[in-house]
């Protein structure tokens, strides 16, 4: 099986990317013949950036799981409001 083949398992997941000339925590948002869809997230601020395109030969480590990535995954949970609605609370 080729890598780009297993990458599109991971679509829509937050992973670790390195590739030729940069690295970067993000999200893969579609993985094509050719090249892939990146979308950067700063650690920093814990916001999506700039959306990547990356030449599928140029990638050379992808991360899907690990201590790290649950860090992050964590903290962007985190970040998710949850909106209760007590008023419209019936039995």
């Known amino acids: 099986m080729r890598m780009i083949q297993k990458l599109k398992l991971f679509e829509q997941t937050v ?3 390195r590739w030729a000339t940069d690295a970067s925590f993000g999200k893969i948002l ?3 013949e050719d090249f892939i869809e ?3 997230l700063n650690p920093d601020t ?3 950036g700039d959306k990547i395109l990356i030449n599928s030969q140029l990638v050379l480590e992808v991360m899907v799981s690990g ?3 649950s860090r992050l995954i964590a903290e962007l949970s ?3 409001s949850i909106k209760s609605d007590t008023d419209n609370f019936s039995f």
């Open 38 to 40: 990146f979308l950067a």
């Open 46 to 48: 814990m916001e999506y």
């Open 78 to 80: 985190a970040q998710v």
């Open 30 to 32: 579609y993985v094509g």
């Open 67 to 69: 201590y790290e990535i």
């Open 15 to 17: 992973v670790f990317l």
